[in-house]
T-cell receptor
Framework: NAGVMQNPRHLVRRRGQEARLRCSPMKGHSHVYWYRQLPEEGLKFMVYLQKENIIDESGMPKERFSAEFPKEGPSILRIQQVVRGDSAAYFC???????????????FGPGTRLTVL | LAKTTQPISMDSYEGQEVNITCSHNNIATNDYITWYQQFPSQGPRFIIQGYKTKVTNEVASLFIPADRKSSTLSLPRVSLSDTAVYYCLVGDLIYNQGGKLIFGQGTELSVKP
């Protein structure tokens, strides 16, 4: 059973460009979460999605950031017009449907390291 | 979600037992205690979870006293590869909207030869 997959693992963008980060959850998992880890800081929650629905986006910056989890395909975290402060590691996690394991048991991917020049 | 307090860093030597204590004075009745491990340049990994008394798996043990206001993660006979940041989380996401995990600063464990 493959784990959570993220791509690309490393992404370099210039200021003003767009960054697209992809996450494929574990097989059978219907909940996806995105977290950001700035250099020398802990992980911060950004957004929680289920298929075709955003459940909680309380951690997402109000501008330039968006996320989706379509019916088919991976979850996408999109950052428009990137700035240097967006440089960080972005982690995706997934958890199984309610009624199976507890949703606080989340399985994390290897992360995408975004560098903005 | 209950706030947690844990040491910022700890040092140990190979072969020793390491105990990392986490304080969570405001833990609620339905809250569970969960520990994650994060190696450099990797995503966090679930280690162990418990509600009360003692839980043991192939990786670690978790000790929770009767008042549940603290918990101790115990790593037996650590090796260099156990060098990582260890996060203690407290909450009950089944009754929480959002499903988000709240990570603190964690404890940076350094194992030396």
């Amino acid at each position: 059973n493959a784990g959570v997959m993220q791509n690309p693992r490393h992404l370099v963008r210039r200021r003003g460009q767009e960054a697209r980060l992809r996450c494929s959850p574990m097989k059978g998992h219907s909940h996806v979460y995105w977290y950001r880890q700035l250099p020398e800081e802990g992980l911060k929650f950004m957004v929680y999605l289920q298929k075709e629905n955003i459940i909680d986006e309380s951690g997402m910056p109000k501008e330039r950031f968006s996320a989706e989890f379509p019916k088919e395909g991976p979850s996408i975290l999109r950052i428009q017009q990137v700035v240097r402060g967006d440089s960080a590691a972005y982690f995706c996690a997934s958890s199984p449907p309610f009624g199976t394991e507890r949703t606080d048991t989340q399985y994390f991917g290897p992360g995408t390291r975004l560098t903005v020049l | 979600l209950a706030k947690t307090t844990q040491p910022i860093s700890m040092d140990s030597y190979e072969g020793q037992e390491v105990n990392i204590t986490c304080s969570h004075n405001n833990i609620a009745t339905n809250d569970y205690i969960t520990w994650y491990q994060q190696f450099p340049s990797q995503g966090p990994r679930f280690i162990i979870q418990g509600y009360k008394t003692k839980v043991t798996n192939e990786v670690a043990s978790l000790f929770i006293p009767a008042d549940r206001k603290s918990s101790t993660l115990s790593l037996p006979r650590v090796s260099l590869s156990d060098t990582a940041v260890y996060y203690c989380l407290v909450g009950d996401l089944i009754y929480n909207q959002g499903g988000k995990l709240i990570f603190g600063q964690g404890t940076e464990l350094s194992v030396k030869p």
